[in-house]
Protein backbone atom coordinates (compact mmCIF):
# COMPACT_ATOMS: atom_id res chain seq x y z
CA UNK A 1 0.00 0.00 0.00
CA UNK A 2 2.88 2.23 1.00
CA UNK A 3 4.22 2.20 -2.53
CA UNK A 4 0.50 3.12 -4.42
CA UNK A 5 0.49 6.34 -1.89
CA UNK A 6 3.99 7.58 -3.11
CA UNK A 7 2.19 9.84 -5.59
CA UNK A 8 4.30 12.62 -7.49
CA UNK A 9 2.28 15.38 -6.90
CA UNK A 10 4.96 17.97 -8.62
CA UNK A 11 4.67 15.61 -11.75
CA UNK A 12 0.57 15.73 -11.45
CA UNK A 13 0.42 19.60 -11.11
CA UNK A 14 3.13 21.02 -13.07
CA UNK A 15 3.38 24.04 -14.52
CA UNK A 16 6.23 24.22 -16.18
CA UNK A 17 6.11 20.64 -18.44
CA UNK A 18 2.96 19.39 -18.88
CA UNK A 19 2.20 16.54 -21.33
CA UNK A 20 -0.02 17.77 -24.52
CA UNK A 21 -2.80 15.30 -23.52
CA UNK A 22 -3.41 17.34 -20.52
CA UNK A 23 -4.28 20.91 -19.96
CA UNK A 24 -1.58 22.90 -18.51
CA UNK A 25 -2.85 23.57 -14.30
CA UNK A 26 -4.55 26.91 -14.17
CA UNK A 27 -4.57 27.82 -17.64
CA UNK A 28 -7.65 28.37 -19.81
CA UNK A 29 -6.27 25.57 -22.03
CA UNK A 30 -9.20 23.78 -23.93
CA UNK A 31 -9.50 20.18 -25.62
CA UNK A 32 -8.30 20.50 -29.15
CA UNK A 33 -10.08 18.30 -32.32
CA UNK A 34 -6.78 15.80 -31.67
CA UNK A 35 -7.54 15.57 -28.12
CA UNK A 36 -4.83 17.40 -26.98
CA UNK A 37 -4.86 20.77 -25.22
CA UNK A 38 -4.13 23.93 -27.14
CA UNK A 39 -6.02 27.60 -26.05
CA UNK A 40 -9.30 29.06 -28.34
CA UNK A 41 -8.75 31.69 -30.31
CA UNK A 42 -10.99 34.93 -28.94
CA UNK A 43 -13.51 35.51 -31.21
CA UNK A 44 -12.21 38.25 -33.16
CA UNK A 45 -9.08 36.69 -34.39
CA UNK A 46 -11.97 33.78 -35.11
CA UNK A 47 -13.28 36.35 -37.12
CA UNK A 48 -10.21 37.27 -39.12
CA UNK A 49 -9.72 33.92 -39.63
CA UNK A 50 -13.13 33.19 -41.20
CA UNK A 51 -13.02 36.33 -43.41
CA UNK A 52 -9.81 35.07 -44.68
CA UNK A 53 -10.04 31.30 -44.74
CA UNK A 54 -13.39 30.29 -44.91
CA UNK A 55 -14.65 27.41 -43.70
CA UNK A 56 -15.63 25.83 -47.61
CA UNK A 57 -13.83 22.05 -47.24
CA UNK A 58 -13.50 21.71 -43.89
CA UNK A 59 -10.41 20.84 -42.14
CA UNK A 60 -8.77 17.65 -41.02
CA UNK A 61 -10.72 17.00 -38.10
CA UNK A 62 -14.00 19.05 -38.78
CA UNK A 63 -16.27 18.93 -41.21
CA UNK A 64 -17.30 21.86 -43.65
CA UNK A 65 -20.85 21.80 -42.05
CA UNK A 66 -19.62 21.77 -38.26
CA UNK A 67 -16.77 24.59 -39.06
CA UNK A 68 -19.40 26.69 -40.94
CA UNK A 69 -21.58 26.35 -37.60
CA UNK A 70 -18.73 26.80 -35.18
CA UNK A 71 -17.68 30.05 -37.40
CA UNK A 72 -21.19 31.13 -37.82
CA UNK A 73 -21.45 31.44 -33.83
CA UNK A 74 -18.62 33.32 -33.09
CA UNK A 75 -19.67 35.51 -35.54
CA UNK A 76 -22.54 36.61 -34.70
CA UNK A 77 -20.91 36.92 -31.17
CA UNK A 78 -18.77 38.97 -32.91
CA UNK A 79 -21.46 40.91 -34.54
CA UNK A 80 -24.32 41.68 -31.06
CA UNK A 81 -20.86 42.59 -29.28
CA UNK A 82 -20.36 45.30 -31.74
CA UNK A 83 -21.52 45.48 -35.06
CA UNK A 84 -19.85 48.40 -36.28
CA UNK A 85 -16.72 47.21 -35.60
CA UNK A 86 -17.60 43.93 -37.67
CA UNK A 87 -18.69 46.20 -40.98
CA UNK A 88 -15.35 48.18 -40.56
CA UNK A 89 -12.99 44.68 -40.32
CA UNK A 90 -15.59 43.23 -43.19
CA UNK A 91 -14.85 46.13 -45.50
CA UNK A 92 -11.03 46.76 -44.15
CA UNK A 93 -10.21 43.04 -45.20
CA UNK A 94 -12.71 42.64 -48.51
CA UNK A 95 -11.60 45.83 -49.94
CA UNK A 96 -8.09 45.29 -49.05
CA UNK A 97 -8.04 42.08 -51.46
CA UNK A 98 -6.60 40.23 -48.22
CA UNK A 99 -8.84 37.05 -48.77
CA UNK A 100 -8.35 34.30 -50.99
CA UNK A 101 -12.02 34.74 -51.40
CA UNK A 102 -14.91 37.34 -50.71
CA UNK A 103 -17.92 34.70 -50.26
CA UNK A 104 -16.73 34.86 -46.31
CA UNK A 105 -17.05 38.87 -46.38
CA UNK A 106 -20.37 38.70 -48.28
CA UNK A 107 -21.75 36.08 -45.99
CA UNK A 108 -20.54 37.70 -42.71
CA UNK A 109 -21.71 40.99 -44.03
CA UNK A 110 -25.44 38.89 -44.50
CA UNK A 111 -25.36 38.43 -41.03
CA UNK A 112 -24.90 41.63 -39.84
CA UNK A 113 -27.99 42.49 -41.44
CA UNK A 114 -29.54 39.31 -39.99
CA UNK A 115 -28.22 39.57 -36.01
CA UNK A 116 -26.54 43.62 -35.94
CA UNK A 117 -28.47 45.96 -33.92
CA UNK A 118 -30.11 48.96 -36.43
CA UNK A 119 -26.73 50.96 -36.52
CA UNK A 120 -24.86 48.02 -37.47
CA UNK A 121 -27.38 47.30 -40.06
CA UNK A 122 -27.22 51.08 -41.60
CA UNK A 123 -22.93 50.80 -41.69
CA UNK A 124 -23.95 47.13 -43.60
CA UNK A 125 -25.71 48.59 -46.11
CA UNK A 126 -23.85 51.79 -46.12
CA UNK A 127 -20.97 49.58 -47.40
CA UNK A 128 -22.68 47.17 -49.87
CA UNK A 129 -21.17 48.38 -52.49
CA UNK A 130 -17.72 48.04 -51.02
CA UNK A 131 -17.54 44.31 -50.48
CA UNK A 132 -20.19 43.18 -53.22
CA UNK A 133 -18.19 45.43 -56.11
CA UNK A 134 -19.08 42.71 -59.32
CA UNK A 135 -22.66 41.63 -59.81
CA UNK A 136 -21.76 38.16 -58.71
CA UNK A 137 -20.89 39.08 -55.32
CA UNK A 138 -24.09 40.78 -55.30
CA UNK A 139 -26.04 37.28 -56.39
CA UNK A 140 -24.26 35.89 -53.21
CA UNK A 141 -25.12 38.29 -51.34
CA UNK A 142 -28.92 38.14 -52.06
CA UNK A 143 -28.88 34.42 -51.99
CA UNK A 144 -27.15 34.56 -48.36
CA UNK A 145 -29.58 37.37 -47.14
CA UNK A 146 -32.69 35.83 -48.43
CA UNK A 147 -31.91 32.18 -46.72
CA UNK A 148 -31.43 34.34 -43.07
CA UNK A 149 -34.45 37.05 -43.45
CA UNK A 150 -36.95 38.56 -45.27
CA UNK A 151 -36.53 41.76 -48.00
CA UNK A 152 -37.58 44.93 -45.63
CA UNK A 153 -37.06 48.22 -46.89
CA UNK A 154 -33.36 49.30 -45.81
CA UNK A 155 -32.14 45.96 -47.59
CA UNK A 156 -34.20 46.68 -50.59
CA UNK A 157 -32.86 50.00 -50.51
CA UNK A 158 -29.35 49.02 -50.23
CA UNK A 159 -29.98 46.64 -53.14
CA UNK A 160 -30.93 49.59 -55.29
CA UNK A 161 -28.80 51.58 -54.27
CA UNK A 162 -25.52 49.47 -55.81
CA UNK A 163 -27.63 49.52 -59.07
CA UNK A 164 -27.88 53.56 -58.82
CA UNK A 165 -24.58 54.68 -57.48
CA UNK A 166 -22.65 53.58 -60.44
CA UNK A 167 -22.91 55.27 -64.02
CA UNK A 168 -24.84 53.85 -66.58
CA UNK A 169 -21.41 52.16 -68.72
CA UNK A 170 -20.53 50.50 -65.43
CA UNK A 171 -23.80 48.82 -65.01
CA UNK A 172 -23.73 47.73 -68.64
CA UNK A 173 -20.63 45.66 -68.02
CA UNK A 174 -21.65 44.18 -64.64
CA UNK A 175 -24.96 42.90 -66.90
CA UNK A 176 -22.89 41.43 -69.55
CA UNK A 177 -20.26 40.12 -67.83
CA UNK A 178 -21.90 38.35 -64.67
CA UNK A 179 -25.26 38.01 -65.52
CA UNK A 180 -26.52 35.20 -62.88
CA UNK A 181 -25.38 33.04 -60.32
CA UNK A 182 -27.03 31.41 -57.65
CA UNK A 183 -30.23 31.44 -58.99
CA UNK A 184 -30.17 35.04 -59.33
CA UNK A 185 -30.16 37.39 -61.82
CA UNK A 186 -30.66 41.37 -62.07
CA UNK A 187 -33.81 41.08 -63.21
CA UNK A 188 -34.96 39.23 -59.78
CA UNK A 189 -33.04 41.90 -57.88
CA UNK A 190 -34.62 45.04 -59.98
CA UNK A 191 -37.89 43.46 -58.75
CA UNK A 192 -37.03 43.19 -55.11
CA UNK A 193 -35.31 46.72 -54.92
CA UNK A 194 -37.34 48.72 -57.72
CA UNK A 195 -34.77 51.70 -58.07
CA UNK A 196 -35.72 55.12 -59.43
CA UNK A 197 -33.36 55.15 -62.58
CA UNK A 198 -31.41 58.33 -61.80
CA UNK A 199 -30.44 58.64 -65.93
CA UNK A 200 -32.14 57.72 -68.85
CA UNK A 201 -29.21 55.57 -69.73
CA UNK A 202 -29.98 53.89 -66.51
CA UNK A 203 -33.21 53.47 -67.43
CA UNK A 204 -32.48 51.69 -70.31
CA UNK A 205 -30.00 49.05 -69.39
CA UNK A 206 -32.66 48.88 -65.97
CA UNK A 207 -35.42 47.83 -68.72
CA UNK A 208 -32.46 45.73 -70.72
CA UNK A 209 -31.83 43.77 -67.96
CA UNK A 210 -35.19 42.95 -66.76
CA UNK A 211 -36.81 41.90 -70.11
CA UNK A 212 -33.83 41.82 -72.56
CA UNK A 213 -33.47 43.25 -75.98
CA UNK A 214 -36.06 41.63 -77.74
CA UNK A 215 -38.63 43.22 -76.14
CA UNK A 216 -40.39 46.24 -77.43
CA UNK A 217 -42.37 48.89 -74.66
CA UNK A 218 -42.94 48.27 -71.33
CA UNK A 219 -43.09 44.47 -69.63
CA UNK A 220 -44.05 43.49 -66.15
CA UNK A 221 -42.28 40.63 -65.12
CA UNK A 222 -42.94 39.06 -61.91
CA UNK A 223 -40.68 36.32 -59.75
CA UNK A 224 -42.16 35.29 -56.07
CA UNK A 225 -39.73 36.16 -53.46
CA UNK A 226 -40.47 34.31 -50.95
CA UNK A 227 -44.15 34.44 -51.83
CA UNK A 228 -44.37 37.50 -52.50
CA UNK A 229 -45.15 38.93 -56.24
CA UNK A 230 -42.95 41.93 -57.62
CA UNK A 231 -43.37 43.89 -60.40
CA UNK A 232 -40.86 46.34 -61.30
CA UNK A 233 -41.29 48.73 -64.70
CA UNK A 234 -39.00 50.70 -66.31
CA UNK A 235 -39.80 53.16 -69.88
CA UNK A 236 -38.29 52.57 -73.87
CA UNK A 237 -36.92 56.04 -72.83
CA UNK A 238 -32.74 55.87 -73.09
CA UNK A 239 -30.45 54.77 -75.63
CA UNK A 240 -28.40 51.21 -74.45
CA UNK A 241 -24.38 51.86 -73.92
CA UNK A 242 -22.46 50.48 -76.67
CA UNK A 243 -21.72 47.35 -74.77
CA UNK A 244 -24.48 46.02 -74.81
CA UNK A 245 -25.68 46.39 -78.08
CA UNK A 246 -22.32 44.81 -78.84
CA UNK A 247 -23.40 42.07 -76.54
CA UNK A 248 -26.52 41.48 -78.63
CA UNK A 249 -24.62 41.73 -81.97
CA UNK A 250 -22.14 39.34 -80.91
CA UNK A 251 -24.64 36.32 -79.97
CA UNK A 252 -25.67 36.67 -83.77
CA UNK A 253 -22.25 36.54 -85.35
CA UNK A 254 -21.55 34.30 -87.92
CA UNK A 255 -18.10 33.86 -88.26
CA UNK A 256 -14.59 34.21 -86.21
CA UNK A 257 -13.88 37.52 -87.56
CA UNK A 258 -17.12 39.62 -86.72
CA UNK A 259 -16.58 38.04 -83.22
CA UNK A 260 -12.87 39.15 -82.60
CA UNK A 261 -13.75 42.52 -84.01
CA UNK A 262 -16.23 43.32 -81.55
CA UNK A 263 -13.95 42.17 -79.01
CA UNK A 264 -11.37 44.92 -80.02
CA UNK A 265 -14.19 47.57 -80.70
CA UNK A 266 -15.62 47.18 -77.71
CA UNK A 267 -13.89 45.34 -75.36
CA UNK A 268 -16.50 42.56 -74.97
CA UNK A 269 -15.42 40.07 -71.58
CA UNK A 270 -15.25 36.48 -72.69
CA UNK A 271 -18.15 36.45 -70.44
CA UNK A 272 -19.99 37.81 -73.68
CA UNK A 273 -18.65 35.38 -76.20
CA UNK A 274 -21.40 32.52 -76.94
CA UNK A 275 -19.70 29.19 -76.17
CA UNK A 276 -19.12 27.83 -79.38
CA UNK A 277 -16.99 30.59 -80.39
CA UNK A 278 -14.31 29.90 -77.28
CA UNK A 279 -12.05 27.06 -78.91
CA UNK A 280 -10.96 29.74 -81.61
CA UNK A 281 -7.67 31.00 -81.59
CA UNK A 282 -8.50 34.24 -82.75
CA UNK A 283 -11.11 35.03 -80.58
CA UNK A 284 -8.52 34.54 -77.54
CA UNK A 285 -5.92 36.43 -79.08
CA UNK A 286 -8.80 39.65 -79.11
CA UNK A 287 -9.72 38.74 -75.48
CA UNK A 288 -6.35 38.39 -74.42
CA UNK A 289 -5.15 42.02 -75.00
CA UNK A 290 -7.30 43.66 -72.83
CA UNK A 291 -7.96 40.93 -70.33
CA UNK A 292 -8.03 41.67 -66.49
CA UNK A 293 -5.84 39.95 -65.15
CA UNK A 294 -7.82 37.78 -62.70
CA UNK A 295 -9.24 36.01 -66.42
CA UNK A 296 -5.88 36.22 -67.71
CA UNK A 297 -4.73 34.20 -64.81
CA UNK A 298 -7.65 31.56 -65.10
CA UNK A 299 -7.02 30.89 -68.48
CA UNK A 300 -3.39 30.02 -68.73
CA UNK A 301 -4.14 26.55 -69.26
CA UNK A 302 -7.15 27.19 -71.86
CA UNK A 303 -4.96 29.67 -73.88
CA UNK A 304 -1.70 27.16 -73.85
CA UNK A 305 -4.04 24.54 -75.00
CA UNK A 306 -5.21 25.71 -78.05
CA UNK A 307 -1.69 27.01 -78.98
CA UNK A 308 -2.31 30.92 -78.72
CA UNK A 309 0.46 30.58 -75.71
CA UNK A 310 3.41 29.09 -76.95
CA UNK A 311 7.48 29.51 -76.68
CA UNK A 312 8.16 32.54 -78.01
CA UNK A 313 4.46 33.40 -79.21
CA UNK A 314 3.28 37.35 -78.53
CA UNK A 315 0.76 35.94 -76.47
CA UNK A 316 3.18 34.29 -74.11
CA UNK A 317 5.14 37.74 -74.27
CA UNK A 318 2.35 39.86 -73.60
CA UNK A 319 1.27 37.94 -70.26
CA UNK A 320 5.16 37.53 -68.94
CA UNK A 321 4.75 41.36 -68.97
CA UNK A 322 1.12 42.01 -67.54
CA UNK A 323 2.19 39.43 -64.65
CA UNK A 324 5.44 41.12 -63.75
CA UNK A 325 3.56 44.40 -63.59
CA UNK A 326 3.57 44.58 -59.27
CA UNK A 327 1.47 48.00 -59.44
CA UNK A 328 -1.22 46.09 -61.53
CA UNK A 329 -1.41 43.06 -59.74
CA UNK A 330 -2.68 44.90 -56.79
CA UNK A 331 -4.42 46.87 -58.05
CA UNK A 332 -6.40 43.88 -59.28
CA UNK A 333 -6.27 42.73 -55.84
CA UNK A 334 -5.25 39.43 -56.67
CA UNK A 335 -4.15 37.64 -54.22
CA UNK A 336 -1.46 34.94 -53.53
CA UNK A 337 -3.58 32.12 -53.62
CA UNK A 338 -4.55 32.49 -56.85
CA UNK A 339 -0.97 32.77 -58.19
CA UNK A 340 -0.08 29.66 -56.45
CA UNK A 341 -2.93 27.37 -57.56
CA UNK A 342 -2.99 28.96 -60.94
CA UNK A 343 1.35 28.42 -60.85
CA UNK A 344 0.45 24.62 -59.20
CA UNK A 345 -2.21 23.94 -62.10
CA UNK A 346 -0.70 25.38 -64.61
CA UNK A 347 2.44 23.74 -64.42
CA UNK A 348 1.17 20.24 -64.32
CA UNK A 349 -0.19 20.67 -67.83
CA UNK A 350 -3.85 19.98 -66.67
CA UNK A 351 -6.88 20.95 -65.09
CA UNK A 352 -7.94 19.70 -61.64
CA UNK A 353 -11.02 19.46 -63.17
CA UNK A 354 -11.97 18.59 -66.79
CA UNK A 355 -10.40 16.55 -69.32
CA UNK A 356 -7.79 19.69 -70.43
CA UNK A 357 -4.39 19.64 -71.26
CA UNK A 358 -1.67 21.60 -72.22
CA UNK A 359 1.91 21.95 -72.57
CA UNK A 360 3.31 24.30 -69.73
CA UNK A 361 5.44 27.09 -70.99
CA UNK A 362 8.21 27.40 -68.61
CA UNK A 363 8.91 31.39 -68.76
CA UNK A 364 5.11 31.84 -67.71
CA UNK A 365 5.58 29.44 -64.55
CA UNK A 366 8.53 31.81 -63.49
CA UNK A 367 6.38 34.87 -64.09
CA UNK A 368 3.56 33.00 -61.90
CA UNK A 369 5.85 32.14 -59.58
CA UNK A 370 7.93 35.83 -59.24
CA UNK A 371 4.11 37.33 -59.07
CA UNK A 372 3.22 35.43 -55.96
CA UNK A 373 5.64 36.94 -54.07
CA UNK A 374 4.79 40.31 -55.37
CA UNK A 375 1.27 40.04 -53.88
CA UNK A 376 1.84 40.37 -50.80
CA UNK A 377 2.08 43.50 -48.99
CA UNK A 378 5.25 45.27 -49.18
CA UNK A 379 7.61 43.19 -46.53
CA UNK A 380 9.96 45.38 -44.65
CA UNK A 381 12.34 42.64 -43.17
CA UNK A 382 12.73 42.11 -39.11
CA UNK A 383 16.59 41.69 -39.80
CA UNK A 384 16.86 38.94 -36.82
CA UNK A 385 17.41 35.37 -36.88
CA UNK A 386 14.29 33.62 -37.28
CA UNK A 387 13.07 29.49 -37.16
CA UNK A 388 10.60 29.09 -39.93
CA UNK A 389 8.77 25.28 -38.57
CA UNK A 390 6.00 23.66 -40.67
CA UNK A 391 3.87 21.31 -39.11
CA UNK A 392 3.71 18.69 -41.73
CA UNK A 393 1.25 16.34 -39.59
CA UNK A 394 -0.89 14.29 -41.14
CA UNK A 395 -3.90 16.63 -39.91
CA UNK A 396 -2.12 19.25 -42.10
CA UNK A 397 -2.61 17.16 -44.90
CA UNK A 398 -6.40 17.17 -45.39
CA UNK A 399 -8.80 19.38 -45.74
CA UNK A 400 -8.33 22.79 -48.22
CA UNK A 401 -7.13 26.31 -47.49
CA UNK A 402 -10.24 28.34 -48.52
CA UNK A 403 -12.06 25.42 -50.82
CA UNK A 404 -8.46 25.30 -53.10
CA UNK A 405 -6.93 22.69 -54.35
CA UNK A 406 -4.15 23.58 -51.50
CA UNK A 407 -4.00 21.53 -48.49
CA UNK A 408 -2.95 23.29 -45.60
CA UNK A 409 0.24 21.61 -45.23
CA UNK A 410 0.88 22.67 -49.27
CA UNK A 411 0.29 26.25 -48.36
CA UNK A 412 2.42 27.06 -45.31
CA UNK A 413 5.26 26.02 -47.52
CA UNK A 414 4.74 28.86 -49.83
CA UNK A 415 3.66 30.97 -46.88
CA UNK A 416 6.96 30.47 -45.19
CA UNK A 417 9.01 30.99 -48.41
CA UNK A 418 7.65 34.48 -48.59
CA UNK A 419 8.86 35.16 -45.02
CA UNK A 420 12.62 33.60 -45.83
CA UNK A 421 12.71 35.41 -49.01
CA UNK A 422 13.10 38.58 -47.29
CA UNK A 423 14.88 37.57 -44.43
CA UNK A 424 18.66 37.10 -44.39
CA UNK A 425 19.25 34.68 -41.79
CA UNK A 426 16.62 32.11 -41.03
CA UNK A 427 15.87 28.22 -41.04
CA UNK A 428 12.77 26.40 -42.07
CA UNK A 429 12.17 23.24 -40.33
CA UNK A 430 9.57 20.21 -40.90
CA UNK A 431 7.77 18.18 -38.15
CA UNK A 432 5.16 16.14 -37.26
CA UNK A 433 6.20 13.64 -34.21
CA UNK A 434 9.62 14.10 -35.20
CA UNK A 435 11.80 16.36 -37.75
CA UNK A 436 10.87 15.73 -41.03
CA UNK A 437 13.65 16.53 -43.56
CA UNK A 438 11.97 19.73 -45.98
CA UNK A 439 14.96 20.96 -47.97
CA UNK A 440 12.96 23.99 -49.55
CA UNK A 441 13.81 26.90 -50.12
CA UNK A 442 12.79 30.45 -51.46
CA UNK A 443 15.13 29.63 -54.67
CA UNK A 444 12.96 26.76 -55.73
CA UNK A 445 10.07 27.16 -57.81
CA UNK A 446 6.56 26.99 -55.57
CA UNK A 447 5.05 24.13 -58.08
CA UNK A 448 7.82 22.00 -56.74
CA UNK A 449 7.88 23.03 -53.38
CA UNK A 450 3.90 22.17 -53.57
CA UNK A 451 4.86 18.98 -55.29
CA UNK A 452 8.02 17.75 -52.53
CA UNK A 453 5.24 18.45 -49.61
CA UNK A 454 2.08 16.89 -50.66
CA UNK A 455 3.79 13.94 -50.62
CA UNK A 456 5.11 13.53 -47.20
CA UNK A 457 3.56 10.42 -44.21
CA UNK A 458 0.90 10.89 -42.50
CA UNK A 459 1.91 11.26 -38.70
CA UNK A 460 1.30 11.95 -35.06
CA UNK A 461 1.91 15.91 -34.28
CA UNK A 462 4.12 17.66 -31.57
CA UNK A 463 4.10 21.50 -32.22
CA UNK A 464 6.98 21.73 -29.52
CA UNK A 465 9.59 20.25 -31.06
CA UNK A 466 10.55 23.42 -32.74
CA UNK A 467 11.09 25.26 -29.28
CA UNK A 468 12.65 21.73 -27.97
CA UNK A 469 15.12 21.77 -31.25
CA UNK A 470 16.12 25.57 -30.37
CA UNK A 471 16.98 24.93 -26.98
CA UNK A 472 18.76 21.63 -27.83
CA UNK A 473 20.78 23.09 -30.76
CA UNK A 474 21.65 26.17 -28.81
CA UNK A 475 20.90 28.55 -31.32
CA UNK A 476 19.56 32.10 -31.07
CA UNK A 477 16.63 32.99 -32.48
CA UNK A 478 14.89 36.03 -32.38
CA UNK A 479 11.65 34.19 -33.46
CA UNK A 480 9.55 30.57 -34.07
CA UNK A 481 7.29 30.76 -36.39
CA UNK A 482 5.09 27.54 -36.40
CA UNK A 483 2.43 27.36 -39.54
CA UNK A 484 0.08 25.09 -38.22
CA UNK A 485 -3.08 24.14 -37.57
CA UNK A 486 -2.67 23.91 -33.74
CA UNK A 487 -4.01 20.53 -33.09
CA UNK A 488 -1.07 19.11 -30.95
CA UNK A 489 -1.32 16.47 -28.86
CA UNK A 490 1.75 13.87 -29.36
CA UNK A 491 4.56 15.74 -27.07
CA UNK A 492 5.58 15.78 -23.07
CA UNK A 493 5.64 19.43 -23.19
CA UNK A 494 3.36 22.46 -24.46
CA UNK A 495 4.62 24.69 -26.87
CA UNK A 496 4.35 27.63 -24.68
CA UNK A 497 6.20 25.77 -21.73
CA UNK A 498 8.99 24.54 -24.40
CA UNK A 499 9.02 28.71 -25.37
CA UNK A 500 9.97 29.27 -21.69
CA UNK A 501 12.18 27.12 -21.15
CA UNK A 502 13.82 28.26 -24.53
CA UNK A 503 13.80 31.69 -23.36
CA UNK A 504 15.26 31.05 -19.94
CA UNK A 505 18.36 29.68 -21.19
CA UNK A 506 19.07 31.49 -24.58
CA UNK A 507 17.45 34.45 -26.08
CA UNK A 508 14.74 36.46 -23.00
CA UNK A 509 12.76 38.20 -25.61
CA UNK A 510 12.27 35.08 -28.25
CA UNK A 511 9.05 35.53 -29.51
CA UNK A 512 6.80 32.89 -31.08
CA UNK A 513 4.58 33.35 -34.23
CA UNK A 514 1.33 30.67 -34.61
CA UNK A 515 0.52 31.06 -38.50
CA UNK A 516 -3.18 29.95 -38.63
CA UNK A 517 -4.20 27.49 -41.38
CA UNK A 518 -7.11 26.40 -40.93
CA UNK A 519 -10.46 28.27 -39.48
CA UNK A 520 -10.72 26.24 -36.29
CA UNK A 521 -11.00 27.70 -33.09
CA UNK A 522 -7.24 26.58 -31.71
CA UNK A 523 -4.01 28.17 -31.06
CA UNK A 524 -0.74 27.56 -29.51
CA UNK A 525 -0.31 31.00 -28.37
CA UNK A 526 -0.94 31.52 -24.87
CA UNK A 527 -2.98 34.43 -24.49
CA UNK A 528 -1.36 35.85 -21.42
CA UNK A 529 2.04 35.67 -23.13
CA UNK A 530 2.33 38.87 -24.57
CA UNK A 531 5.77 37.57 -26.78
CA UNK A 532 3.05 35.20 -28.51
CA UNK A 533 1.67 36.07 -31.67
CA UNK A 534 -1.70 34.79 -33.44
CA UNK A 535 -1.54 35.87 -37.59
CA UNK A 536 -3.94 34.47 -39.99
CA UNK A 537 -2.10 32.18 -42.48
CA UNK A 538 -2.64 33.46 -46.39
CA UNK A 539 -4.03 37.11 -45.05
CA UNK A 540 -1.81 39.27 -47.60
CA UNK A 541 -0.58 41.35 -45.00
CA UNK A 542 0.49 38.40 -42.30
CA UNK A 543 4.53 38.40 -43.78
CA UNK A 544 4.46 42.32 -42.67
CA UNK A 545 2.74 41.73 -39.37
CA UNK A 546 5.16 38.95 -38.46
CA UNK A 547 8.44 40.80 -39.30
CA UNK A 548 7.03 44.07 -37.70
CA UNK A 549 6.39 41.80 -34.37
CA UNK A 550 9.51 40.28 -34.45
CA UNK A 551 11.73 43.55 -35.16
CA UNK A 552 9.69 45.37 -32.15
CA1 LIG B 1 -1.70 17.41 -36.82
Known sequence: ??????????????RRVTPQSQPIPGSTQVRNSAGGYSWEVDDWTRFDRFLILGAEGGTYYIGERDLVKQNHDALVRCIKADGIRAVNRIVEISDAGRAPKNDPAIFTLALVVTHGDASAKAQAFANLNKVCRIGTHLFHFAEYVNAMRGWGRGLRNAVGHWYVDRGAEDLAHQAVKYQQRDGWSHADLLRLAHPKAPSREHEAVFRWMLTGADSLGEREVKRKVRGEDRIAKYAAVGELPKLIEAFEQVK????????GKLIDEFDLPREAIPTQWLNEVAVWEALLQRMPMTAMIRNLGKMTSIGLVQPFSDAAKLIVRKLGDETALKRARIHPLA????????AQGKGEKGSLTWKPVPKIVDALDAAFYATFQNVEPCGKPVLLALD?????????????CLTPREA????????????????????SNRFIPLNISPRMRLDDVVKRISNLPFEATDCALPMIWARENAVNVSALITYTDSETWAGNIHPAQALRQYRSEFVGDAKAVVVGMTSNGFTLADPNDRGMLDVVGFDTTAPAVIADFVRD
Do not use: D, P
Not at 417 to 431: D, K, P, R, S
Open 1 to 14: MEANMAINYAKLFN
Open 252 to 259: RATNVIQV
Open 339 to 346: VLIAEKVY
Open 392 to 404: VSGSMGGGSVAGS
Open 412 to 431: SAAMALVTAATEEEYHIMGF
